[in-house]
């Protein structure tokens, strides 16, 4: 199994509290993603990285912002949550070596509910 | 636009039985196609996939092939076993030169009773 964490696991937070997720990554693939799946959609990209300090949005990034200030961490930020921001947020990379192999290996996922 | 359409569930099935998950797809070009599987309280895991037309990605049982033609990759498997209960996604990639994006389709939750 690739080697990804994400960290908190759970969260249960207020309405427009902050909130930040955190994903780390053994493997120093360069490729890193966020991705929320909502029950009906799949998953849906929000934003990704394709290098420390190089971040883009994705299909459904509103409401949310990144940073990657090294190889191995990705974090995703609610400046301040809202109910429909409540859902399972899975991390992924992608290596690795670039983009060449297009697969994604996936983290064990973080449970946020937004009350 | 690029996108993955696959059957809704739940695929409800008993034990040994044949499955078929349908997997169909739109997009430009020549993507990768893969199917991931989830089993309950964890992420996703790749299964198999296919990376040009008439491959045929296996894996643990499953087979899907790249067709082309009908622009669909099902994912098929001869006899189920109860521990093949998960939600199923079908995805592409390679559409993109940066950042490997994937997309999927919305998932198939199959349930297998003993």
């Known amino acids: 199994d690739a080697g990804i964490t994400q960290s908190p696991r759970h969260k249960v937070t207020e309405t427009g509290t902050p909130v930040t997720l955190r994903c780390h990554q053994t493997e120093n693939h360069r490729y890193m993603y966020w991705y929320r799946q909502d029950p009906g959609h799949g998953l849906r990209l929000i934003h990704y990285s394709y290098g420390v300090k190089d971040t883009d949005k994705g299909e459904v990034s509103d409401g949310y912002s990144v940073s990657r200030s090294k190889t191995e961490d990705f974090l995703l930020t609610l400046e301040s949550a809202t109910s429909s921001q409540t859902s399972v947020y899975f991390c992924?990379?992608?290596?690795?070596?670039?983009?060449?192999?297009?697969?994604?290996?996936f983290g064990p996922g973080t449970r946020l509910t937004v009350t | 636009g690029n996108s993955v359409t696959q059957m809704e569930g739940p695929v409800t099935l008993s034990e040994e039985a044949f499955l078929t998950i349908n997997c169909t797809y739109t997009a430009t070009g020549y993507p990768s196609l893969f199917w991931y599987v989830q089993y309950p309280g964890e992420g996703l895991q790749l299964l198999l996939k296919?990376?040009?037309?008439?491959d045929k990605g296996s894996n643990k049982g499953f087979e899907a092939t790249y067709r082309k033609e009908t622009t669909s990759f099902h994912l098929e498997k001869g006899s189920v076993q109860v521990s093949d209960s998960a939600v199923y996604f079908c995805?592409?990639?390679?559409?993109?030169?940066?950042?490997?994006?994937?997309?999927f389709g919305s998932g198939t939750r199959l349930s297998i009773r003993p």
């Open positions: 995805a592409l990639s390679g559409l993109y030169s940066s950042a490997s994006k994937i997309i």
């Open positions: 296919a990376t040009k037309a008439d």
């Open positions: 992924a990379i992608s290596g690795p070596k670039g983009p060449n192999s297009y697969e994604q290996y």
